[in-house]
């Protein structure tokens, strides 16, 4: 017999639904099919009580890697392509959705707040139509609000409008486009499906996974239902296309503008030289993040892992078990390359997450329903609401307390983020529009901020701190190029963060220290300095006092005068 629930088969009509509701074993009771208004309603006050937690921590400064994608956004907007004055391995899609947010909010930090307020919202109702779709509108109900709350979670930074954020939206629009391209056969929603995932991909490489996704569980549905060889290569090469054209004109538009051989380099030779990294080293990242999301919203993540188990108890779960077994394998991969597991990469798992926990309130009531005990079938979804205001509870001194400052600083601890701000302001007010700066640090923020170009395009100095085995060439590549465009303003950032290592003990980095040093020395004077979480000081330093100094500082030098 045909079952009228299967993703590959065409909707079922509304008499089926009943007929197939009152043939199972455990009926779907009347209260996971809510009234749309009742719906409409909950999902708005969901939006519009983290919309409102996220828009009053908007001013919050930008940190490292908002600062590179706000700059290479703001050159956008000034017609300059990618990779030309910034250069780094993130791919240029989310490039592209700053410089959209830039545009239509403001080139601020709120702006990009409130661009990022409209992302994490859109994702949070896309999360209600995926699980509404498989499992009913408890299920996404439950799922919506537990991916707002976990998605605004200061655990996964989640404040920030980090590349994994737009990966999770297109790879959402993804997963639904290829749902409704299996239920109505019709193969251009499969292409779109595709064309979503490759979108997924360009904001960030690990987004690959989700298209991977796709293409996977495509092929067990095709399978499932016996579709002809021919059929089903014919609908994964269409998905594949799919993925395929977004990369394919992203080349040839950056070949266009001439930037191709820096995209090339930097996005796949030097980022697999990125990726490499020790086993050890990463089971440590990941078991020190993983125990600290976990900690922040330990109930909610219990509630998923009962609905990981929903399959072996409840009929609707064990029908999409290949659906969420797959989704959460894919998933845990996108965390995976070069096995960093930094917080924000964590956001990649949330929409598994949520939708696992939707599986568990839905699977229970229809557990308790078809038990006899219809009494207590509101049971799991007040549990369910009980600990989302405990979650919210919890969190409610940043959420509803903390100014954008302190929740700042409660985040990332003592960082120059706000120093960053000060001396880019200072920038901006006191230099012409065509002055070239270069920052010795790894602080793009501060090009942003300055609205000046860059006189280099390595935006951060990880990559020439670290061993491996471009480093010589980057090192000579930015002193070359700081000396060729004579910048009017260095700003040397003092702080360990903003370097990755101990500067002093990587012998490798010796030489190149001492070049930024002598070539400070000889042609800059220090004329301002902003020490974390201290207002800035305008006024002249010698530089034996500033490389002697211990504590944490940005410091500002002005070319001498020739």
Known sequence: MRDPYAIGSSPPTARARVDAGQSSQHPIPRFIHLRSPLIIGILLLITLLFGAIRYRLRSMPLERDEGEYAYSGQLMLQGIPPYELAYNLKLPGIYAAYALMLAAFGQTSSGIHLGLIL??????????????????????????????????????????????????????????????????????????????????????????????????????ERRRIRRPIKELILDMLVLATGVLLTYGVTCALLYHLGVFHQFWFWTVTYAGEYSRMGLRRGVHAFLENYGAILRANFLLWLIALIGLTAALWNRAARRHLSFTASLLLFSCLGLCPGAYFRPHYFILLLPITALLAGIAVAASIEALAGAGTRRFKYVPAIVFVAIFAFSVWRQHTFYFSLDPAAAMKQTYGSSPFFS???????????????????????????????????????????????RHR????????????????????????????????????APH??????????????????VAMSRLDEPIVTSKMDFADMFASKSPAIYLLKRKTE
């Open 470 to 505: 471009f480093s010589d060439r980057m090192q000579q590549e930015l002193m070359r190029e700081v000396s060729t465009n004579r910048p009017d303003y260095l700003v040397y950032v003092d702080v360990p963060d903003s370097w990755g290592e101990d500067r002093e003990s």
């Open 420 to 466: 960053a701000l000060e001396i880019g302001d200072y920038l901006r007010q006191n230099s012409g529009r065509e002055a070239r700066i270069a920052v010795l640090g790894s602080e793009p923020e501060i090009y942003f901020y300055a609205q000046r170009h860059s006189a280099t395009g390595y935006l951060y100095m990880y990559s020439l701190i670290v």
């Open 119 to 220: 992302v994490t919202a859109l994702s949070s109702l896309l999360m209600y139509v995926l699980a509404s779709t498989l499992f009913g509108s408890i299920a996404g109900l439950s799922a919506a609000a537990s991916f707002s709350l976990l998605a605004a979670s200061p655990s996964v930074m989640g404040f920030e409008a980090h590349a994994t954020h737009f990966v999770v939206l297109a790879a959402l629009c993804g997963i639904l486009f290829l749902i409704k391209g299996l239920r109505s056969q019709a193969r251009w929603l499969l292409f779109a499906s595709g064309f979503s995932s490759g979108i997924a991909f360009l904001m960030k490489q690990h987004g690959i996974f989700f298209a991977f996704f796709c293409l996977f569980y495509l092929f067990l």
């Open 509 to 526: 980095a010796y030489s190149f220290l001492t070049w930024v040093r002598r070539f400070s020395v000889a042609n800059y004077e220090v």
